[in-house]
């Protein structure tokens, strides 16, 4: 159980373009599912909380014009990168807490996105 | 949440049993404390929770002292598979809306 998919896994995408990340758990609901973003050697770096039915929080520093989070469903949250430029370039994770598993959050597998 | 510190890297060799041991001097009374193994470009993985005492899961144990103020992931007789990042995180998600905050990991270097 707990399973979070993510779709695509990679994707490569011209500068000035948009680019829709996909995070939805599999097997159980979640109110609140998060973003965060990986670069290589680094530790994970949250961007934004996002809540079922509501606005997404932002961290400190990040955008949330370019980085629009829509959470339409208990189980689907979407990350779109607007106006996608070479520093975007990325890993980007989600997560998502399941109160019927267990105290925690489970993570999806992650979406790699590089910017050309 | 309170701040965790870990070793940055760990080596060990195949068969051998590995603690990594995380500092949480700050820790709140409400607070779970979560470890987490992750793999080059894979999300993280959980391994194991626990609150005081002593857990153990099919993959792992955690031992947490009388005070708190650290634990040890204990992974018995790892293999050459077991070489990952391994985060150690503290913080009360009893309401299930703060996120998880990471540190640095610890890089744990299995050899044959």
């Known amino acids: 159980g707990a399973v979070v998919s993510q779709h695509p896994s990679r994707v490569i995408c011209k500068s000035g373009t948009s680019v829709k990340i996909e995070c939805r758990s599999l097997d159980f609901q979640a109110t609140t599912m998060f973003w965060y973003r990986q670069f290589p050697k680094q530790s994970l770096m949250l961007m934004a909380t996002?809540?079922?039915?509501?606005?997404?929080?932002?961290e400190q520093g990040v955008e949330k014009d370019k980085f629009l989070i829509n959470h339409a469903s208990l189980t689907l949250s979407t990350l779109t990168v607007t106006s996608a430029h070479p520093e975007d370039s990325s890993f980007y994770i989600c997560s998502a807490r399941s109160v019927a598993v267990q105290e925690t959050q489970y993570f999806g597998p992650g979406t790699r996105l590089l910017v050309l | 949440l309170a701040k965790t510190t870990q070793p940055i890297s760990m080596d060990s060799y195949e068969g051998q049993e590995v603690n990594i041991t995380c500092s949480h001097n700050?820790?709140?009374?409400?607070?779970?404390i979560t470890w987490y193994q992750q793999f080059p470009s894979q999300g993280p993985r959980f391994i194991i929770q626990g609150y005081k005492t002593k857990v153990t899961n099919e993959v792992a144990s955690l031992f947490i002292p009388a005070d708190r103020k650290s634990s040890t992931l204990s992974l018995p007789r790892v293999s050459l598979s077991d070489t990952a990042v391994y985060y150690c995180?503290?913080?009360?998600w009893g309401t299930g809306r703060r996120a998880l905050t990471f540190g640095s990991g610890t890089r744990l270097q299995v050899q044959p």
């Open positions: 995180l503290v913080g009360d």
């Open positions: 996002s809540n079922e039915g509501s606005k997404a929080t932002y």
């Open positions: 700050n820790i709140a009374t409400n607070d779970y």
